[in-house]
T-cell receptor, first 117, second 111 residues
Framework: DAEITQSPRHKITETGRQVTLACHQT?????MFWYRQDLGHGLRLIHY???????NKGEVSDGYSVSRSNTEDLPLTLESAASSQTSVYFC????????????????FGDGTRLSIL | KQEVTQIPAALSVPEGENLVLNCSFT??????LQWFRQDPGKGLTSLLL?????REQTSGRLNASLDKSSGRSTLYIAASQPGDSATYLC??????????FGKGTRLSVIA
């Protein structure tokens, strides 16, 4: 069965360190997204990609970067981790049909709980 | 800027009750609306997706309606069960744009 997996599931690191969160999907979806979820804020979009070599900034992109070198993966990098980036991070993917402008349901990974001390 | 609001933020009902969760959005120029379920410590699971040309979608005991002109959607859950306890989120998109999420309604169904 196709799936979307995130790793690691939990990570603890120190401020100032570079951290990379992995996201891998086997749906062959063109669109991939990274969100963070915090109490009181709901889900907020960090970065997203519509295809290989395409990346776009979301609502809360400062301090984060992504790259898309293939269809399956969209790693999220925290360049210099800050305590404000302690959160639960979700990766998602969906297939968009450009011919019909309709979306398929978005599929989510189980999340990465990141703590920055 | 699109904003999505969900009311109530939390809801507790006895088992067997029918219930309605509400979602409103500020910009009616949407392509579709999705309802998701999130269990504690888990990711989101898509429940229903309504395209802008549709009025409703049904899956088992769930029925979602969409009134695009008034910027409203409802998720109706029939004969609620303790296993329905979770957070329910709605989200909208204007075509090939990222989803904009509400903050969710936390539902508790008491046996």
């Amino acid at each position: 069965d196709a799936e979307i997996t995130q790793s690691p599931r939990h990570k603890i690191t120190e401020t100032g360190r570079q951290v990379t969160l992995a996201c891998h999907q086997t749906w062959n979806h063109n669109n991939m997204f990274w969100y963070r979820q915090d109490l009181g804020h709901g889900l907020r979009l960090i970065h997203y990609s519509y295809g290989v070599q395409d990346t776009n900034k979301g609502e809360v992109s400062d301090g984060y970067s992504v790259s898309r070198s293939n269809t399956e993966d969209l790693p999220l990098t925290l360049e210099s981790a800050a305590s404000s980036q302690t959160s639960v991070y979700f990766c998602a993917s969906t297939l968009h049909s450009y011919r019909s402008s309709t979306n398929q349901p978005q599929h989510f990974g189980d999340g990465t709980r990141l703590s920055i001390l | 800027k699109q904003e999505v609001t969900q009311i109530p933020a939390a809801l507790s009902v006895p088992e067997g009750e029918n219930l309605v969760l509400n979602c409103s959005f500020t910009d009616s120029a949407i392509y579709n609306l999705q309802w998701f379920r999130q269990d504690p410590g888990k990711g989101l699971t898509s429940l229903l997706l309504i395209q802008s040309s549709q009025r409703e979608q049904t899956s088992g005991r769930l029925n979602a309606s969409l009134d695009k002109s008034s910027g409203r959607s409802t998720l109706y859950i029939a004969a609620s069960q303790p296993g329905d306890s979770a957070t329910y989120l709605c989200a909208v998109t204007a075509g090939n744009t990222p989803l904009v999420f509400g903050k969710g309604t936390r539902l508790s169904v008491i046996a």
